[in-house]
């Protein structure tokens, strides 16, 4: 078991941007699929964007054109860039392995979690 620490979340107005990157004390992160999920107050987890083992990145609907995501496996971390961001945006963000080679779109199949930073989108 290794862990997972997420950083860069904050408080940014409607249009704003923010960069949040996903770090891992692992040996080798390039063995894992890494996935970037969220959770608002009230609601359930969901899942916005994963990125294999070979870099190939998934998006959900609700984010897709607003967010890219991106590994450097020499730094052990994944970084989720949030652009044009909006209230329904706010939550908790959260990152998670696989040890797999493919992304997948449920939280179940994930088995490493870190323990998330908040996002703030407000006028």
């Known amino acids: 078991q290794f862990q997972l620490v997420e950083s860069g979340g904050g408080y940014v107005r409607p249009g704003g941007s923010l960069t949040l990157s996903c770090a891992g004390d692992v040996i080798a992160l390039d063995a894992y699929a890494i996935g970037w999920f969220r959770q608002a107050p ?3 987890r ?10 190939g990145p998934v998006y959900a609907e609700s984010v897709k054109g607003r967010v890219t ?3 450097d496996n020499a730094k052990k ?3 989720l860039q949030l652009n044009r961001l909006k209230p329904e945006d706010t939550a908790v963000y959260y990152c998670a392995s696989r ?7 449920f939280a179940d199949d994930f ?4 323990r998330g930073t908040q996002v703030t989108v407000s006028s």
């Open 42 to 44: 009230g609601k359930e």
């Open 46 to 55: 969901e899942g916005i964007s994963c990125i294999s083992t070979s870099g």
């Open 69 to 71: 995501i991106s590994r």
């Open 77 to 79: 971390t994944v970084t």
């Open 99 to 105: 040890m797999n080679y493919y992304c997948a779109a």
């Open 111 to 114: 088995d490493t979690w870190g």
